[in-house]
């Protein structure tokens, strides 16, 4: 079925960088965008930016510029987000998800939690 | 920035209620409002894109309307299932941006 599989969680010091994956299956991996989703303990849904893995084109939010980066594998159908200089209200759970060809973010990983703390 | 404001931020209601959610935008963004569910320790799940239209395999008893500026969303008769945190969510411009959310709870 189609899905999207995240890498496990990370426990980072500050300052560090993490580097995420998001592997897809059951459909063509270049013929959706995906985009990447923060949600900060207690908080709502923040979006960080997206890549294009067919032309590997990234747009990302401005609050995030310049620290973040995302790209992609096609060899293996997977996408990744890199995140540096960790703070510690970079603490989330991260979703990678996929843009549907109606609108919306149809096709969800299940998260990955990155904790910050020295 | 466009943002997106919800309304109420939670509420408690009974099994079989109608429950209503508003969302408004800064800025006009036409039907490009899409609605999610999201549940604690599990990944959010859109419901309604377009403003209006149901996503694959949502239950009829969600709906949603609106166009411009200001949006709703309904669940016509509230099941156990729908206990959840609800985010609008605007598509018209980048960055794409979420309401805050709205908490449903069952009384």
């Known amino acids: 079925q189609v899905q999207l599989v995240q890498s496990g969680a990370e426990v980072k010091k500050p300052g560090a960088s993490v580097k995420l994956s998001c592997k897809s299956s059951?459909?063509?991996?270049?013929?959706?965008?995906i985009h990447w989703v923060r949600q900060s303990p207690g908080q709502g849904l923040e979006w960080m930016g997206r890549i294009n893995p067919h032309s590997g084109d990234t747009e990302y939010a401005q609050k995030f510029q310049g620290r973040v980066t995302m790209t992609r594998d096609t060899s293996i159908s997977a996408a990744y987000m890199e995140l540096r200089g960790l703070r510690s209200d970079d603490a989330a759970v991260f979703y990678c998800?996929?843009?549907?060809?109606?609108?919306?973010?149809?096709?969800w990983g299940q998260g990955t939690m990155v904790a910050v703390s020295s | 920035d466009i943002q997106m404001t919800q309304s109420p931020s939670s509420l408690s209601t009974s099994v079989g209620d109608r429950v209503t959610i508003t969302c408004r935008a800064s800025?006009?963004?036409?039907?490009?409002l899409n609605w999610y569910q999201h549940k604690p320790g599990k990944a959010p799940q859109l419901l309604i894109y377009g403003a209006s239209t149901l996503h694959t395999g949502v239950p009829s008893r969600f709906r949603g309307s609106g166009s411009g500026t200001d949006f709703t969303l309904t669940i016509s008769s509230l099941q156990p299932e729908d206990c959840a945190t609800y985010y609008c969510?605007?598509?018209?411009?980048?960055?794409?941006?979420f309401g805050p959310g709205t908490k449903v709870d069952i009384k």
């Open positions: 969510q605007q598509s018209y411009i980048t960055p794409l941006t």
């Open positions: 800025q006009t963004i036409r039907s490009y």
């Open positions: 998800a996929r843009w549907g060809y109606g609108d919306g973010l149809d096709i």
């Open positions: 059951g459909y063509t991996f270049t013929d959706y965008n």
